[in-house]
């Protein structure tokens, strides 16, 4: 695993038993998953990154895990692996008491490669926008225009 978070490893640790029997397999089948996926911390849990975007997230409780995966309405689910809207309360998967609570491990990589997929694609629209923008700058001449009146004097902006 390249791109890990010391606070994850703390997160894990510091988890109850039986989530760190959950979240230990579950953080290796994301780094298998998207080998430059980016640890971090927001909210106080760990969440996984790709192309500057959340790519998923897991967090432990008392008695439950909870996982979530970044635009979850976004993704084909002809299993009806994921809980969305009113229902993911719980996160994607549910009430994640055990490791038998989650999917197959074939089924969550692609999941998480579709995830993969709508981040890049938000990566190139986020390129083709700064392009855009930058193209549409005035240039210094149109910028001068804009400062001195006709007769050559400044005006305020």
């Not at 780094?31 to 911390?41: I, R, S, Y």
Request: net charge neutral; hydrophobic share 40%; glycine share 6%.
């Amino acid at each position: 695993m390249r791109h890990t978070d010391p606070r994850t490893d703390a997160y894990i640790q510091n988890a109850p038993e039986y989530a760190q029997n959950i979240l230990k397999p579950l953080r290796i089948l994301i780094h298998k998953a998207c080998p430059d996926v980016c640890e971090t911390l927001k909210w106080q849990f760990p969440h996984f990154e790709y192309k500057g975007r959340i790519l998923c997230s897991f967090a432990a409780f008392k008695q439950h895990c909870a996982f979530t995966f970044r635009r979850a309405a976004d993704l084909p689910d002809p299993k009806g692996l994921l809980q969305t809207g009113e229902r993911s309360a719980m996160g994607h998967l549910g009430r994640i008491e055990s490791i038998q609570n989650l999917p197959a491990d074939d089924d969550m990589l692609l999941l998480l490669s579709h995830v993969m997929t709508l981040n890049e694609a938000d990566a190139v629209v986020k390129r083709k926008a700064i392009k855009k923008s930058a193209s549409q700058m005035p240039v210094q001449g149109e910028l001068n225009a804009a400062q001195t009146g006709d007769d050559g004097t400044e005006e305020a902006l």
